[in-house]
Each structure stands twice: as C-alpha cells, then as structure tokens.
C-alpha cells in the first residue's frame, strides 16, 4: 500500500524559509510526476509545484523564484524549499503522486505565514 506522509509545516513569519517533505512508502510502477499542492480558506486547492520522474519541474507564476521543488529517490521523499514566504502562502500543502493507473495523496501539513 502507497502512502504519503507530509511534514515541517508550522507557523513562519513573512520573509522567512520553511521546507516541506513528502515521504512515500510503498512501491510505485510507473510513476510520472509528483507535485505540491495548497489550499487556502475559502479557496480552491491549487499546484504549486511539481517534478517529473526525469526531473523537470514547473512552478506556479505566484512562487517562481521563492519556492524550489526537488526530490531524493534514494529517501524516496519529495521536497519543497519556501524561501521569502507571504501571508498568502498561507494553506494546507499536500503532496501528490501521479502514475499510469491513478494518483496517491498525503493528508497534508498546514503552513501559517504570519505578517
């Protein structure tokens, strides 16, 4: 059984640095990419990040040049560096994994950025 366990969330304040990670057990065939999600109050859920299985990546416009997505196979965790955070990255992270068959999901970490 696949499953992705989120971790280093908590309360920052604007301008600082927080580093996510995304820890999955379990084995995967054919996976494809694995992403950062977020959720605000109020808000849809969003991607923020993601990396594929080769490596390339794609950010969203609002974090380009603050948060930096990357990946350990040998830990088998994903990673993601918040650096100059702002009130509005403020959310619920949770990370995805996406291959041929379906997706796997973890239950998330909150994150709070403070002004």
């Known amino acids: 059984q696949v499953q992705l366990v989120e971790s280093g969330g908590g309360l920052v304040q604007a301008g600082g640095s927080l580093r996510l990670s995304c820890a999955v057990s379990?084995?995967?065939?054919?996976?494809?990419?694995m992403g950062w999600y977020r959720q605000a109050p109020g808000k849809q859920r969003e991607v923020v990040a993601s990396i594929t299985r080769s490596g390339a990546t794609n950010y969203a416009d609002s974090v380009k040049d603050r948060f930096t997505i990357s990946g350990d196979n040998s830990k088998k965790t994903v990673y993601l560096q918040m650096n100059s955070v702002k009130p509005e990255d403020t959310g619920v992270y949770c990370c995805?994994?996406?291959?041929?068959?379906?997706?796997?999901w973890g239950q998330g970490t909150q994150v709070t950025v403070s002004s």
């Open positions: 379990g084995t995967v065939f054919s996976m494809n990419s």
């Open positions: 995805a994994l996406f291959y041929w068959g379906g997706e796997y």
